[in-house]
């Protein structure tokens, strides 16, 4: 007679097809953004919400509970630290989970994809007033589930802290103060810098043919990697990166009128979310179905994403090999040169909308997201009261008031699915990138000169041998420490700002 199967693969096969729920929650979500017609939207939601209720079961049930700490208790001296791991964030998972209200779950689920729906519609109308009541609506539920899982937090924590955790373990507010301080001292400093220094940079008159930069963003695509049997590119509203399964990435974007290097851009974004999610310990030893398998967090994961976008995309080296592609496509040059090329993908000036922020400004519209958030969750700010706050402070930070709601406290979809407590995360992945940047050049040499030679293939091997296998086993700050040897700082991020406003005056 065969023997029983020991706990940890009884638990095994249980987390398989939890991940297959999960996965068939995500192809949902990236269907919804990607070609789900609008009158969709109130089906879908039932979906999403009777997926999230049979997920919450699944990760809160006693039968699960039993599984877990029957693993554990098979846990003994020779045990890998590995398996310790996983199997520590499977136990805080499941409390955070037990102290849940099923019903809170299924109103949650409804509510994002209700909140989803109704943004698209307001910012397409330029109408916060019709948005209004689904942001509130998410605030109420996201406050009443920061309240449930406060008491299987190990710390004590305020209500965006707790929100904030499945984004960026372990981050708290007053860490958050000490690296954007030196942010909010020296950016606009900077940015004054460089508008007194640095001209701005001659456009197409006519634009980019939205076809030629499709072609353009599958070329560069395939210039880094990608492998159309298991990865996809769609269009949605805002670009987003998506994992489906093991074997199934999916990425989007956006071609924005106005904006020629808009998609591009964002396809080298993307795509560095994307390069990360594959590069996650995934092998034959069936490692997607554990926690240690996910993302470090969202900081690193916007780290990635950041460097392909920002170190690489954005490089004089790299303007210098694209920019005979765009001109070619065009059958001119109106950058005058690949110096006005480069310039143009480093515009260095304020504007209104995160995604097409230069990386001086970049941070300072995170710095406004997050200090909104806190103060519509923590410290009562009427929801209508919004706009008002959002043109305030932008006008305090950046110098610029927004004429529309569309460019301004409606252009981003996070808050419309409830995503509080994420948005810091992106001005953590600037300071990560830098500062694991000086660390992959005291290895390989100047950035520069990699790309350059046309070696981003180089970058990327180093990055998925020193990054991105760590996955779940340390968390962000962790991660940088056991990377670069020191705790994470904002200067690196700063020192790589000076140079490059001191690399692009051409005064």
């Given at each position: 007679?065969?023997?029983?199967?020991?706990?940890?693969?009884?638990?095994?096969?249980?987390?398989?097809?939890t991940r297959?729920?999960?996965?068939?929650?995500?192809?949902?979500?990236?269907?919804?953004?990607?070609?789900?017609?609008?009158?969709?939207?109130?089906?879908?939601?039932?979906?999403?919400?009777?997926?999230?209720?049979?997920?919450?079961?699944?990760?809160?049930?006693?039968?699960?509970?039993?599984?877990?700490?029957?693993?554990?208790?098979?846990?003994?001296?020779?045990?890998?630290?590995?398996?310790?791991?996983?199997?520590?964030?499977?136990?805080?998972?499941?409390?955070?989970?037990?102290c849940?209200?099923?019903?809170?779950?299924?109103?949650?689920?409804r509510?994002?994809?209700?909140?989803?729906?109704?943004?698209?519609?307001?910012r397409?109308?330029?109408?916060?007033?019709?948005?209004?009541?689904?942001?509130?609506?998410?605030?109420?539920?996201?406050?009443?589930?920061?309240?449930?899982?406060?008491?299987?937090?190990?710390?004590?924590?305020?209500?965006?802290?707790?929100?904030?955790?499945?984004?960026?373990?372990?981050?708290?507010?007053?860490?958050?103060?000490?690296?954007?301080?030196?942010?909010?001292?020296?950016?606009?400093?900077?940015?004054?810098?460089?508008?007194?220094?640095?001209?701005?940079?001659?456009?197409?008159?006519?634009?980019?043919?939205?076809?030629?930069?499709?072609?353009?963003?599958?070329?560069?695509?395939?210039?880094?990697?990608?492998?159309?049997?298991?990865?996809?590119?769609?269009?949605?509203?805002?670009?987003?990166?998506?994992?489906?399964?093991?074997?199934?990435?999916?990425?989007?974007?956006?071609?924005?009128?106005?904006?020629?290097?808009?998609?591009?851009?964002?396809?080298a974004?993307?795509?560095?979310?994307?390069?990360?999610?594959?590069?996650?310990?995934?092998?034959?030893?069936?490692?997607?179905?554990w926690?240690?398998?996910?993302?470090?967090?969202?900081?690193?994961?916007?780290?990635?994403?950041?460097?392909?976008?920002?170190?690489?995309?954005?490089?004089?080296?790299?303007?210098?090999?694209?920019?005979?592609?765009?001109?070619?496509?065009?059958?001119?040059?109106?950058?005058?040169?690949?110096?006005?090329?480069?310039?143009?993908?480093?515009?260095?000036?304020?504007?209104?909308?995160?995604?097409?922020?230069?990386?001086?400004?970049?941070?300072?519209?995170?710095?406004?997201?997050?200090?909104l958030?806190?103060?519509?969750?923590?410290?009562?700010?009427?929801?209508?009261?919004?706009?008002?706050?959002?043109?305030?402070?932008?006008?305090?930070?950046?110098?610029?008031?927004?004429?529309?709601?569309?460019?301004?406290?409606?252009?981003?979809?996070?808050?419309?699915e409830?995503?509080?407590?994420?948005?810091?995360?992106?001005?953590?992945?600037?300071?990560?990138?830098?500062?694991?940047?000086?660390?992959?050049?005291?290895?390989?040499?100047?950035?520069?000169?990699?790309?350059?030679?046309?070696?981003?293939?180089?970058?990327?091997?180093?990055?998925?041998?020193?990054?991105?296998?760590?996955?779940?086993?340390?968390?962000?700050?962790?991660?940088?420490?056991?990377?670069?040897?020191?705790?994470?700082?904002?200067?690196?991020?700063?020192?790589?700002?000076?140079?490059?406003v001191?690399?692009?005056?051409?005064?």
């Amino acid at each position: 007679m065969a023997s029983a199967p020991s706990a940890l693969a009884q638990l095994h096969r249980h987390l398989h097809q939890t991940r297959l729920l999960g996965s068939i929650s995500s192809t949902l979500y990236y269907d919804q953004n990607t070609v789900m017609p609008a009158a969709g939207a109130a089906w879908r939601g039932e979906q999403l919400a009777l997926l999230a209720s049979q997920l919450h079961e699944r990760q809160s049930s006693a039968a699960y509970a039993e599984l877990v700490a029957s693993a554990e208790a098979e846990l003994g001296p020779d045990t890998p630290p590995l398996r310790r791991r996983n199997l520590q964030l499977l136990r805080l998972e499941l409390e955070r989970q037990r102290c849940l209200d099923p019903d809170l779950v299924s109103a949650l689920a409804r509510a994002q994809s209700r909140g989803n729906a109704v943004w698209q519609d307001a910012r397409s109308r330029n109408d916060f007033a019709a948005f209004a009541p689904a942001l509130q609506e998410l605030i109420s539920l996201r406050r009443q589930q920061a309240s449930q899982l406060a008491a299987a937090e190990p710390v004590a924590r305020s209500p965006w802290e707790v929100l904030a955790q499945p984004f960026e373990p372990d981050v708290s507010k007053a860490r958050l103060e000490q690296l954007f301080a030196p942010l909010k001292a020296e950016l606009p400093a900077l940015l004054e810098q460089a508008e007194t220094a640095v001209a701005p940079a001659s456009e197409p008159t006519a634009g980019v043919p939205e076809a030629l930069q499709e072609q353009l963003c599958a070329e560069l695509l395939e210039s880094w990697g990608y492998n159309a049997e298991r990865c996809q590119r769609s269009r949605s509203a805002h670009p987003f990166s998506c994992t489906v399964g093991p074997q199934d990435f999916r990425i989007t974007t956006r071609v924005v009128p106005g904006q020629p290097l808009s998609a591009f851009l964002a396809t080298a974004h993307e795509w560095g979310h994307s390069l990360y999610e594959q590069g996650l310990p995934r092998g034959d030893d069936h490692w997607f179905p554990w926690p240690l398998g996910e993302a470090t967090s969202m900081g690193v994961h916007e780290s990635q994403s950041l460097f392909w976008e920002c170190r690489v995309a954005r490089s004089r080296a790299f303007a210098e090999r694209w920019h005979a592609r765009f001109s070619a496509g065009l059958g001119s040059d109106p950058w005058g040169g690949t110096l006005g090329f480069w310039r143009a993908l480093n515009p260095l000036r304020p504007g209104l909308i995160r995604v097409e922020a230069d990386e001086l400004s970049y941070c300072l519209h995170i710095v406004l997201r997050y200090e909104l958030e806190l103060a519509l969750l923590e410290q009562d700010l009427p929801v209508e009261e919004l706009p008002q706050q959002w043109n305030r402070r932008m006008g305090e930070l950046l110098g610029l008031i927004p004429s529309t709601d569309r460019d301004g406290c409606l252009q981003d979809i996070h808050w419309a699915e409830g995503l509080f407590g994420y948005f810091p995360s992106y001005a953590l992945g600037h300071l990560i990138s830098a500062q694991i940047s000086e660390t992959l050049e005291q290895s390989l040499g100047p950035i520069e000169a990699l790309i350059a030679a046309g070696d981003e293939a180089s970058l990327r091997a180093w990055l998925s041998q020193t990054v991105w296998p760590l996955g779940r086993s340390v968390n962000g700050e962790q991660l940088v420490e056991r990377v670069t040897g020191r705790p994470l700082s904002a200067e690196p991020f700063l020192a790589y700002l000076r140079a490059k406003v001191s690399g692009l005056d051409w005064s």
